[in-house]
Protein backbone atom coordinates (compact mmCIF):
# COMPACT_ATOMS: atom_id res chain seq x y z
CA UNK A 1 0.00 0.00 0.00
CA UNK A 2 1.09 3.55 -1.11
CA UNK A 3 2.16 6.25 2.08
CA UNK A 4 -0.44 8.45 1.46
CA UNK A 5 -4.30 7.24 1.38
CA UNK A 6 -7.03 8.84 1.21
CA UNK A 7 -10.58 7.76 2.41
CA UNK A 8 -13.69 9.28 1.15
CA UNK A 9 -16.44 8.33 3.28
CA UNK A 10 -14.63 7.17 6.11
CA UNK A 11 -16.83 7.74 8.79
CA UNK A 12 -19.75 5.30 6.62
CA UNK A 13 -19.80 1.78 6.96
CA UNK A 14 -17.41 0.89 4.46
CA UNK A 15 -14.89 3.57 5.20
CA UNK A 16 -14.79 3.15 8.63
CA UNK A 17 -14.07 -0.44 8.34
CA UNK A 18 -11.27 0.53 5.22
CA UNK A 19 -9.95 2.73 7.81
CA UNK A 20 -9.65 0.02 10.75
CA UNK A 21 -8.10 -2.12 7.92
CA UNK A 22 -5.22 0.07 6.72
CA UNK A 23 -4.58 0.57 10.58
CA UNK A 24 -3.78 -2.78 10.91
CA UNK A 25 -1.86 -2.69 7.44
CA UNK A 26 0.11 -0.12 9.25
CA UNK A 27 -0.31 2.74 6.86
CA UNK A 28 1.20 5.35 7.98
CA UNK A 29 -0.51 8.81 6.52
CA UNK A 30 -3.94 8.34 6.23
CA UNK A 31 -5.75 11.24 4.90
CA UNK A 32 -9.39 11.80 6.47
CA UNK A 33 -12.04 15.05 6.08
CA UNK A 34 -15.19 14.92 7.89
CA UNK A 35 -18.03 16.06 5.58
CA UNK A 36 -17.54 19.41 7.77
CA UNK A 37 -13.75 19.51 6.77
CA UNK A 38 -14.48 19.14 3.06
CA UNK A 39 -17.82 18.76 1.31
CA UNK A 40 -17.52 16.60 -1.47
CA UNK A 41 -20.04 18.46 -3.70
CA UNK A 42 -17.79 21.59 -3.80
CA UNK A 43 -15.49 20.81 -6.90
CA UNK A 44 -12.92 23.65 -6.23
CA UNK A 45 -12.84 22.39 -2.61
CA UNK A 46 -12.18 18.93 -3.42
CA UNK A 47 -9.86 19.78 -6.23
CA UNK A 48 -7.78 22.58 -3.55
CA UNK A 49 -7.64 19.44 -0.95
CA UNK A 50 -5.90 16.96 -3.63
CA UNK A 51 -3.38 19.73 -4.67
CA UNK A 52 -2.53 20.09 -1.20
CA UNK A 53 -2.16 16.80 0.23
CA UNK A 54 -1.60 15.13 -3.04
CA UNK A 55 -2.56 11.12 -1.79
CA UNK A 56 -1.33 8.61 -3.39
CA UNK A 57 -3.54 6.45 -3.40
CA UNK A 58 -7.47 6.89 -2.80
CA UNK A 59 -10.69 4.43 -1.61
CA UNK A 60 -14.09 6.28 -2.82
CA UNK A 61 -15.84 5.00 -0.38
CA UNK A 62 -18.19 8.34 -0.22
CA UNK A 63 -21.53 7.96 -1.29
CA UNK A 64 -25.58 8.75 -0.20
CA UNK A 65 -26.55 5.38 0.15
CA UNK A 66 -30.29 3.62 1.60
CA UNK A 67 -33.20 1.19 1.08
CA UNK A 68 -35.92 0.87 -1.23
CA UNK A 69 -37.78 3.59 0.36
CA UNK A 70 -35.95 5.83 0.72
CA UNK A 71 -34.52 5.08 -3.13
CA UNK A 72 -37.94 6.14 -3.98
CA UNK A 73 -38.38 9.09 -2.31
CA UNK A 74 -35.23 11.08 -2.81
CA UNK A 75 -34.56 10.00 -6.51
CA UNK A 76 -33.06 13.33 -7.67
CA UNK A 77 -30.68 13.72 -4.26
CA UNK A 78 -29.60 9.55 -4.86
CA UNK A 79 -28.53 10.86 -8.70
CA UNK A 80 -27.18 14.27 -7.84
CA UNK A 81 -25.40 13.72 -5.05
CA UNK A 82 -23.84 10.47 -5.93
CA UNK A 83 -22.15 11.60 -9.70
CA UNK A 84 -21.10 14.94 -8.31
CA UNK A 85 -19.10 13.13 -5.50
CA UNK A 86 -17.40 10.69 -7.67
CA UNK A 87 -16.75 13.12 -10.73
CA UNK A 88 -15.32 15.40 -8.11
CA UNK A 89 -12.99 12.98 -6.94
CA UNK A 90 -11.72 11.08 -10.16
CA UNK A 91 -11.23 14.06 -12.03
CA UNK A 92 -9.34 15.38 -8.74
CA UNK A 93 -7.39 12.40 -8.80
CA UNK A 94 -5.98 12.55 -11.79
CA UNK A 95 -5.14 16.05 -12.26
CA UNK A 96 -2.80 15.34 -9.25
CA UNK A 97 -1.81 11.97 -10.13
CA UNK A 98 -3.34 10.08 -7.90
CA UNK A 99 -1.79 6.49 -8.27
CA UNK A 100 -4.52 3.64 -7.64
CA UNK A 101 -7.96 4.50 -6.98
CA UNK A 102 -10.56 2.15 -5.89
CA UNK A 103 -14.56 2.96 -6.51
CA UNK A 104 -16.79 1.74 -4.36
CA UNK A 105 -20.48 0.84 -6.51
CA UNK A 106 -23.00 -1.29 -6.27
CA UNK A 107 -24.69 -4.37 -7.06
CA UNK A 108 -27.55 -2.83 -8.82
CA UNK A 109 -25.62 -1.65 -11.68
CA UNK A 110 -26.87 -4.94 -13.13
CA UNK A 111 -29.56 -5.43 -14.91
CA UNK A 112 -33.28 -6.26 -13.26
CA UNK A 113 -33.40 -9.64 -14.98
CA UNK A 114 -29.55 -10.52 -15.13
CA UNK A 115 -28.85 -14.15 -14.96
CA UNK A 116 -27.89 -15.35 -12.08
CA UNK A 117 -25.36 -15.14 -11.08
CA UNK A 118 -24.44 -11.98 -12.33
CA UNK A 119 -20.76 -11.36 -14.14
CA UNK A 120 -19.41 -8.13 -15.01
CA UNK A 121 -19.95 -8.88 -18.08
CA UNK A 122 -23.33 -8.37 -17.89
CA UNK A 123 -23.12 -4.31 -17.14
CA UNK A 124 -25.89 -2.40 -19.66
CA UNK A 125 -27.31 -5.74 -21.33
CA UNK A 126 -30.54 -4.81 -20.04
CA UNK A 127 -33.00 -2.60 -18.02
CA UNK A 128 -32.20 -1.79 -14.17
CA UNK A 129 -34.88 -2.48 -11.38
CA UNK A 130 -36.83 1.09 -11.61
CA UNK A 131 -36.90 1.24 -7.46
CA UNK A 132 -32.76 2.20 -7.56
CA UNK A 133 -32.52 3.53 -11.02
CA UNK A 134 -31.16 6.72 -9.77
CA UNK A 135 -28.31 5.51 -7.91
CA UNK A 136 -27.44 2.63 -10.00
CA UNK A 137 -27.37 5.02 -13.34
CA UNK A 138 -24.85 7.61 -10.72
CA UNK A 139 -23.31 4.28 -10.30
CA UNK A 140 -22.14 3.13 -14.10
CA UNK A 141 -21.05 6.64 -14.61
CA UNK A 142 -18.83 6.06 -12.05
CA UNK A 143 -17.45 3.09 -13.45
CA UNK A 144 -17.56 4.61 -16.91
CA UNK A 145 -15.20 7.82 -15.57
CA UNK A 146 -12.57 4.88 -14.23
CA UNK A 147 -12.82 3.17 -17.53
CA UNK A 148 -12.63 6.58 -19.51
CA UNK A 149 -9.67 8.19 -17.73
CA UNK A 150 -7.69 4.77 -17.73
CA UNK A 151 -8.11 4.80 -21.83
CA UNK A 152 -7.70 8.86 -22.50
CA UNK A 153 -5.10 9.31 -19.52
CA UNK A 154 -3.45 5.97 -18.48
CA UNK A 155 -4.82 6.57 -15.15
CA UNK A 156 -5.36 3.12 -13.13
CA UNK A 157 -8.87 3.34 -11.18
CA UNK A 158 -10.55 0.24 -10.31
CA UNK A 159 -14.49 0.06 -9.93
CA UNK A 160 -15.42 -2.73 -7.23
CA UNK A 161 -19.33 -3.87 -6.83
CA UNK A 162 -19.97 -5.28 -3.51
CA UNK A 163 -23.24 -7.21 -2.83
CA UNK A 164 -25.68 -5.66 -0.05
CA UNK A 165 -23.41 -5.11 3.09
CA UNK A 166 -23.56 -5.02 6.64
CA UNK A 167 -21.60 -5.43 9.94
CA UNK A 168 -20.80 -2.52 12.82
CA UNK A 169 -21.63 1.24 12.31
CA UNK A 170 -24.70 0.23 10.26
CA UNK A 171 -27.43 2.56 9.51
CA UNK A 172 -30.46 1.39 11.58
CA UNK A 173 -33.12 3.81 10.75
CA UNK A 174 -36.30 2.18 10.38
CA UNK A 175 -37.23 4.19 7.06
CA UNK A 176 -33.83 4.74 5.38
CA UNK A 177 -31.72 1.91 6.04
CA UNK A 178 -31.49 -1.68 4.48
CA UNK A 179 -32.90 -4.95 4.93
CA UNK A 180 -30.47 -6.71 7.49
CA UNK A 181 -30.01 -3.74 9.37
CA UNK A 182 -33.96 -2.51 9.67
CA UNK A 183 -34.46 -6.53 10.18
CA UNK A 184 -32.14 -6.27 13.28
CA UNK A 185 -33.73 -2.95 14.46
CA UNK A 186 -37.20 -4.22 14.20
CA UNK A 187 -36.89 -7.63 16.01
CA UNK A 188 -34.81 -5.85 18.92
CA UNK A 189 -37.89 -3.05 19.01
CA UNK A 190 -40.46 -5.68 19.25
CA UNK A 191 -38.53 -8.05 21.53
CA UNK A 192 -38.24 -4.90 23.97
CA UNK A 193 -41.66 -3.34 23.53
CA UNK A 194 -43.61 -7.51 23.85
CA UNK A 195 -45.08 -6.94 20.27
CA UNK A 196 -46.70 -9.87 19.32
CA UNK A 197 -45.69 -9.71 15.44
CA UNK A 198 -43.10 -8.41 13.31
CA UNK A 199 -44.30 -7.08 9.95
CA UNK A 200 -41.41 -7.06 6.91
CA UNK A 201 -41.78 -5.93 3.44
CA UNK A 202 -42.69 -7.81 0.49
CA UNK A 203 -43.44 -11.29 0.12
CA UNK A 204 -40.03 -12.77 2.36
CA UNK A 205 -39.02 -15.02 -1.58
CA UNK A 206 -36.43 -12.38 -2.68
CA UNK A 207 -33.51 -13.79 -2.67
CA UNK A 208 -30.28 -11.86 -1.91
CA UNK A 209 -26.57 -12.16 -1.42
CA UNK A 210 -24.84 -10.92 1.99
CA UNK A 211 -20.99 -9.96 3.22
CA UNK A 212 -19.89 -8.74 5.97
CA UNK A 213 -18.62 -5.29 5.90
CA UNK A 214 -15.12 -6.24 7.49
CA UNK A 215 -14.70 -9.16 4.53
CA UNK A 216 -16.01 -6.19 1.86
CA UNK A 217 -12.85 -4.38 3.53
CA UNK A 218 -10.11 -7.16 3.40
CA UNK A 219 -11.24 -7.75 -0.53
CA UNK A 220 -10.22 -3.48 -1.18
CA UNK A 221 -7.16 -3.42 0.26
CA UNK A 222 -6.49 -6.68 -1.36
CA UNK A 223 -7.05 -5.73 -4.74
CA UNK A 224 -5.26 -2.41 -3.93
CA UNK A 225 -2.57 -3.83 -2.92
CA UNK A 226 -1.81 -6.46 -5.94
CA UNK A 227 1.58 -6.81 -7.52
CA UNK A 228 1.67 -4.88 -10.62
CA UNK A 229 0.97 -8.14 -12.80
CA UNK A 230 -1.60 -8.63 -11.53
CA UNK A 231 -3.53 -5.07 -10.84
CA UNK A 232 -2.48 -3.61 -14.48
CA UNK A 233 -4.57 -5.81 -16.24
CA UNK A 234 -7.47 -5.37 -14.17
CA UNK A 235 -7.14 -1.29 -15.05
CA UNK A 236 -6.30 -1.78 -19.19
CA UNK A 237 -7.55 1.16 -21.64
CA UNK A 238 -9.21 -2.08 -23.01
CA UNK A 239 -11.12 -3.36 -20.70
CA UNK A 240 -13.93 -2.34 -17.87
CA UNK A 241 -12.20 -2.16 -14.87
CA UNK A 242 -14.58 -3.99 -12.73
CA UNK A 243 -14.39 -6.76 -10.25
CA UNK A 244 -17.72 -8.11 -8.12
CA UNK A 245 -17.15 -8.58 -4.23
CA UNK A 246 -19.37 -10.67 -2.64
CA UNK A 247 -19.92 -14.07 -0.55
CA UNK A 248 -20.61 -16.25 -3.27
CA UNK A 249 -23.98 -17.44 -2.32
CA UNK A 250 -27.56 -16.11 -1.21
CA UNK A 251 -30.50 -16.20 1.19
CA UNK A 252 -34.35 -15.88 0.84
CA UNK A 253 -35.64 -13.30 2.90
CA UNK A 254 -37.56 -14.83 4.46
CA UNK A 255 -34.22 -17.01 5.81
CA UNK A 256 -32.65 -13.92 6.38
CA UNK A 257 -35.64 -12.65 8.85
CA UNK A 258 -35.77 -15.93 10.93
CA UNK A 259 -31.83 -16.17 11.44
CA UNK A 260 -32.43 -12.33 12.98
CA UNK A 261 -35.27 -13.31 14.68
CA UNK A 262 -32.98 -16.29 16.34
CA UNK A 263 -30.10 -13.78 16.50
CA UNK A 264 -32.03 -11.14 18.70
CA UNK A 265 -33.90 -13.65 21.01
CA UNK A 266 -37.44 -12.38 19.12
CA UNK A 267 -40.20 -15.11 20.05
CA UNK A 268 -43.17 -13.38 18.19
CA UNK A 269 -44.63 -14.19 15.03
CA UNK A 270 -43.14 -13.29 11.31
CA UNK A 271 -45.55 -11.41 8.93
CA UNK A 272 -44.93 -10.42 5.50
CA UNK A 273 -46.94 -7.53 3.62
CA UNK A 274 -47.35 -8.57 -0.16
CA UNK A 275 -48.47 -5.17 -0.71
CA UNK A 276 -45.24 -3.57 -0.41
CA UNK A 277 -42.33 -4.14 -3.42
CA UNK A 278 -39.97 -6.65 -3.29
CA UNK A 279 -37.53 -5.25 -5.77
CA UNK A 280 -35.65 -7.66 -8.02
CA UNK A 281 -36.28 -11.61 -7.39
CA UNK A 282 -32.47 -12.16 -7.16
CA UNK A 283 -29.26 -10.47 -7.17
CA UNK A 284 -26.23 -12.99 -6.21
CA UNK A 285 -22.53 -11.74 -7.64
CA UNK A 286 -20.41 -13.86 -9.73
CA UNK A 287 -16.84 -13.44 -7.75
CA UNK A 288 -14.94 -16.18 -9.47
CA UNK A 289 -12.90 -12.91 -10.91
CA UNK A 290 -11.99 -12.70 -7.30
CA UNK A 291 -11.62 -15.61 -6.25
CA UNK A 292 -9.78 -16.22 -9.31
CA UNK A 293 -6.64 -13.50 -7.81
CA UNK A 294 -6.74 -15.00 -4.76
CA UNK A 295 -9.35 -13.85 -2.54
CA UNK A 296 -12.42 -15.40 -0.88
CA UNK A 297 -14.80 -14.34 2.18
CA UNK A 298 -14.54 -15.86 5.57
CA UNK A 299 -17.53 -14.08 7.57
CA UNK A 300 -20.74 -16.29 7.53
CA UNK A 301 -24.50 -14.72 7.77
CA UNK A 302 -24.79 -16.46 11.35
CA UNK A 303 -21.26 -14.92 12.54
CA UNK A 304 -21.54 -11.83 11.08
CA UNK A 305 -25.06 -11.08 12.71
CA UNK A 306 -24.23 -11.99 15.46
CA UNK A 307 -21.61 -9.76 15.63
CA UNK A 308 -23.51 -6.47 13.91
CA UNK A 309 -26.67 -7.07 16.72
CA UNK A 310 -23.65 -6.96 19.21
CA UNK A 311 -22.79 -4.02 18.01
CA UNK A 312 -26.23 -2.72 18.26
CA UNK A 313 -26.65 -3.45 21.54
CA UNK A 314 -23.63 -1.71 22.75
CA UNK A 315 -24.20 1.76 20.34
CA UNK A 316 -28.12 2.04 20.37
CA UNK A 317 -27.90 5.57 21.50
CA UNK A 318 -25.79 6.24 18.27
CA UNK A 319 -28.70 6.30 15.41
CA UNK A 320 -30.96 8.24 14.48
CA UNK A 321 -33.01 9.27 11.51
CA UNK A 322 -31.50 10.76 8.73
CA UNK A 323 -28.24 8.65 9.59
CA UNK A 324 -27.77 7.73 5.74
CA UNK A 325 -26.83 11.28 4.84
CA UNK A 326 -23.38 10.80 7.35
CA UNK A 327 -22.31 8.35 5.02
CA UNK A 328 -21.26 10.99 1.92
Not at 26 to 53: I, K, M, N, Y
Not at 61 to 78: D, L, M, Q, S
Not at 109 to 124: G, S, T
Not at 179 to 208: E, S, Y
Request: charged content about 20%; glycine content about 8%.
Amino acid sequence: MSKSVYVAGHQGLVGSALVAGLHQEGASQLLLRTRGELDLLDQAAVRHFFAEQRPDSVFLAAAKVGGIHANNTYPAEFIYENLMIQSNIIDAAYRNAVDRLLFLGSSCIYPKFAPQPMREDYLLTGALEPTNEPYAVAKIAGIKMCQSYNRQHGTRYLAVMPTNLYGPGDNFDLENSHVLPALIRRFHDAKAQGTKAVVVWGTGTPRREFLYVDDMAAASLYLMGLPECQFNPLVSPAVTPLVNIGFGSDVSIRELAELVREVVGYTGRLEFDHSRPDGTAQKLLDVSKLQGLGWQATTTLADGVEKTYAWFLAHQGDYRAGAMEAKC
